[in-house]
């Protein structure tokens, strides 16, 4: 019991009812004013497949084949914008891949592709209506087709000087972001089995921390995927504390979220461990979660993929403060009219999880 002023040993009832009513109203947990409240949307989608010589015939990598020309809708961009808006997003991350006409590399455009003007309007117009946009450049090797012909010269000189010049006109098309995205996902063999480039070990090293270096040098802050740790022992002493991480995981393998009914070993255990573990190491971190759904999932789980509220209640509980600087939701989704349910089911997702 509560000693309280006057020396009664019991609470009043009045003092109780009110403690319990400010118990009630506070919130389980206090947002931070500058948490990241971020959604990944596509601009360009030449990032799944495999671009190739046009005499070689064939199926390619996953059956994926590139898109001749840009595939986008602007009333349903306009239509997610509207909704991020109302639903307090405060960052949209956006897939380029071949959606702009790079000033610096215009052979990588397809009919339908925007001109840098284009993309500086809409970068104007989504920062007036409160939404941070930051360009993402996806470098994986499995997910570069959108680079054409220099998707093929890895480690060349002339792709170090493609990159480089194409993450400058991202910088200047988005008037000079405080971040720049730079993939880095699912290049391992065992993701990339049937693609022509895989890059590995001191090579992927080599590459990322060029990368790293282009995006600092262009005044932006490197933010990847962080899945390379969960294979990759040495991923956390390697990496330069100064990139932001995006843990993903989905729940698709339907393994939940609590580490002690996950055996060690699993996927799911690799990526949820490396949550905590990037935190101890000191890397800032921004964990996605998606409304995606795998085969396993379609042929299990319940009509929607709500793992993101689980993967919010994860973070905030494992990852400090600190070092936990928001979320990002990505719904893996089109931005066309045919697949708009997806990406707006997702907002609505997040925004739930978030409150």
Not at 80 to 97: C, H, P, Q, S, T
Not at 198 to 214: I, M, N
Not at 219 to 248: E, I, T
Not at 341 to 354: H, R, S, V, Y
Request: charged share 25%.
């Amino acid at each position: 019991m509560t000693k309280t002023f006057d020396g009664n040993m019991d609470m009043t009832r009045r003092a109780f009812l009110a403690g319990a009513a400010a118990f009630a109203a506070a919130p389980a947990f206090a947002r931070k004013p500058d948490e990241i409240r971020s959604v990944l949307l596509h601009w360009g989608l030449n990032m799944w497949g495999e671009s190739l010589p046009p005499d070689i015939k064939g199926p390619l990598a996953h059956g994926r084949i590139c898109n001749d020309k840009v595939n986008f809708s602007d009333k349903a961009w306009n239509l997610l914008v509207d909704d991020m808006v109302a639903k307090k997003m405060n960052m949209v991350i956006i897939d380029l891949g071949e959606f702009p006409v790079y000033p610096s590399h215009p052979e990588l455009a397809l009919p339908g592709s925007r001109s840098p003007d284009w993309v500086r309007g809409e970068v104007r117009r989504l920062k007036s209506l409160g939404l941070e946009p930051i360009p993402k450049l996806n470098f994986s090797t499995g997910h570069d087709s959108w680079l054409g012909e220099y998707s093929r010269m890895v480690t060349t000189r002339k792709y170090y000087q493609v990159c480089r010049d194409v993450i400058k006109d991202a910088a200047e098309m988005f008037d000079h972001p405080r971040l720049l995205h730079i993939g880095y996902d699912e290049e391992k063999v065992n993701f990339q089995h049937g693609f022509q480039c895989v890059r590995v070990d001191e090579l992927w090293w080599h590459d990322f921390l060029f990368f790293v270096k282009t995006v600092e040098d262009a005044g932006m802050r490197p933010w990847m995927w962080s899945d390379y740790g969960w294979d990759h022992a040495d991923f956390v002493a390697k990496c330069p504390r100064s990139v932001l991480q995006s843990n993903w995981y989905y729940d698709s393998m339907l393994k939940g979220f609590d580490l002690g009914m996950i055996e060690p070993g699993h996927r799911a255990h690799k990526i949820l461990t490396l949550c905590k573990t990037l935190d101890k190491a000191g890397f800032d971190q921004v964990p996605c979660g998606s409304n995606w759904k795998s085969k396993t999932y379609k042929a299990n789980g319940p009509a929607v993929n709500n793992s993101i509220a689980d993967l919010v209640k994860f973070c905030r509980e494992n990852i400090s403060a600190e070092h936990l600087k928001g979320f990002m939701m990505a719904p893996w989704a089109d931005c066309t009219d045919a697949s708009n349910k997806t990406n707006l089911e997702g907002i609505d997702l997040f925004a739930k999880a978030l409150a």
